[in-house]
């Protein structure tokens, strides 16, 4: 029979304890592999709580994987004994954590702490809810499996995507428009593809790789200022650009959102011309923290000239390489027969079991999870330098969104020399000026130097350490 102290739970809520209680015995073993669970009356009569409670706790642990039922015989321990599950449940060593993300251990103990980039912590990925629905796909026997998938990708996943935007998003989206690629590279080549060799305009500063992508694949690329609004129209319409690609709702790396007279300027630029065109970058807007997530320039696009572009790199992790993009109406008929002998570059497999994960909520438990396990670590950073011997010196900028945000130091050191001492406490951090084209310093006065924390990947329990680093860094 399973106990529980319920008088060591602190403020913790009775269902919330009881799942953890639960989950800790399966983990460490004393609930073994396959044994069978006891039924919601008796359990909640052992421990004298309600068998609500006891049901919620079991739905939970249910949804994640830890135990599974069998009609009218009831719930049984998951036996978690594959390399996949075990991975994800052991206690992790800072080397597997490193191998999981394709970095070498010395490379990993080099860093007290990277910003550089938006890398995922290994715990944070829902293994067992995606080997339980992995499984599921394989037993179901579908002839998908085997098939190759068109250009577009598989309708059940773009189905699945199209029902996810429209109930997060509240965008009216069918799945005949939305095309699914092997990440946002591969978006951007097979758009080069399709639209032709034409001149791109891109946000400066901005995520350089883009340009880089656009630029290898035969177009041409014109940079366009950044103001506390958004991308400038005004520049943008002297630049003969006659695609716009901009990040309107989080702005990287400033953080910057575009207003709604800049969008509404935008949308007319576009419908200004024939074959004006705006790509809408949407990379993190499901981690806004504060407020509903903000309308979408497709979902007020009128003249059908925006394409949409998301991933879910960054809900996921950045190594699941699923991206996808929606067309407007219009061209879709010229993209199917541009590109009709062309397949997707995403195994079935893969495509098939993210459909069946949006499809049964886990996906949007996970984005809940992550949201508030995002938004309590950006909390403690910030309160950190906030509380730090920093806090006269320094500038935080964020909006309350996203996965990164911009420190300004009030400092004589130079740039350079604020760089190396950084680096000399082991603390990885990129300039703002790094993200911009023209190599031309920011609007920060002499004595100011801006740098963008990535802050996804950092461990909690790391960050009084890291603040540390950097108060020795600017203060030695």
């Not at 719930?75 to 597997?96: C, I, M, P, W, Y």
């Not at 499984?135 to 577009?152: D, F, I, Q, W």
């Not at 791109?200 to 901005?206: I, M």
């Not at 572009?309 to 061209?331: D, H, W």
Request: with cysteine; hydrophobic share 40%.
């Amino acid at each position: 029979m399973i106990t529980v102290d319920f008088e060591n739970r602190g403020k913790c809520g009775l269902c919330d304890y009881l799942y953890s209680s639960i989950k800790k015995q399966i983990l460490d073993g004393t609930l073994k592999a396959e044994e069978k669970l006891p039924s919601k009356r008796s359990l909640s009569d052992n421990l004298g709580v309600s068998t609500i409670t006891v049901q919620n706790a079991y739905a939970l642990l249910l949804s994640e994987g830890y135990i599974y039922s069998l009609e009218r015989k009831g719930f049984f321990v998951t036996d978690l004994s594959s390399g996949l599950q075990k991975l994800s449940l052991r206690k992790k060593s800072e080397s597997a954590s490193i191998e999981a993300q394709g970095e070498s251990e010395s490379e990993s103990k080099k860093w007290v702490a990277d910003f550089t980039s938006n890398s995922a912590n290994l715990e944070n990925f829902p293994f067992l809810l995606w080997a339980k629905t992995s499984r599921k796909v394989l037993n179901s026997a579908n002839e998908a499996l085997l098939e190759r998938p068109g250009v577009k990708g598989i309708l059940s996943l773009r189905q699945q995507i199209a029902s996810y935007l429209f109930e997060f998003r509240n965008m009216e989206v069918d799945a005949s428009q939305i095309v699914v690629g092997a990440g946002t590279e591969n978006l951007y080549t097979m758009l080069v593809q399709f639209l032709g060799r034409r001149k791109f305009a891109v946000e400066n500063p901005g995520y350089k790789k883009i340009a880089a992508i656009l630029k290898v694949n035969g177009s041409s690329v014109v940079p366009i200022k950044v103001d506390s609004q958004g991308m400038s129209v005004e520049d943008l319409g002297k630049s003969a650009a006659e695609i716009a690609h901009v990040s309107p709702l989080h702005h990287f790396p400033t953080g910057v959102v575009m207003s709604v007279r800049r969008r509404r300027e935008l949308l007319l630029w576009a419908c200004q011309k024939k074959g004006r065109l705006i790509i809408e970058d949407d990379y993190d807007s499901e981690f806004r923290f504060n407020g509903k997530p903000l309308q979408t320039l497709q979902s007020i696009d009128n003249g059908n000239c925006v394409i949409y572009i998301n991933t879910f790199s960054k809900t996921l992790a950045p190594s699941f390489r699923i991206s996808y993009m929606v067309l407007p109406k219009k061209m879709m008929a010229d993209f199917e027969e541009k590109m009709k002998d062309f397949s997707c570059c995403l195994s079935s497999f893969d495509q098939l079991t993210l459909a069946e994960f949006i499809k049964q909520a886990s996906f949007a438990r996970h984005i809940i999870r992550m949201r508030n396990k995002y938004k309590a670590l950006r909390n403690l950073l910030v309160n950190a330098f906030q509380k730090s011997k920093l806090a006269s010196l320094i500038q935080i900028q964020e909006k309350e969104s996203g996965l990164h945000f911009l420190l300004t130091i009030k400092t004589e050191l130079s740039e350079k020399e604020l760089k190396k001492r950084f680096e000399a406490q082991k603390i990885k951090i990129s300039l703002l000026k790094d993200f911009y084209y023209d190599k031309k310093e920011n609007a920060d006065s002499k004595n100011k130097k801006t740098f963008l924390i990535n802050y996804s990947g950092i461990k909690k329990d790391r960050i009084q350490q890291i603040v540390t680093c950097m108060e020795d860094a600017v203060l030695a």
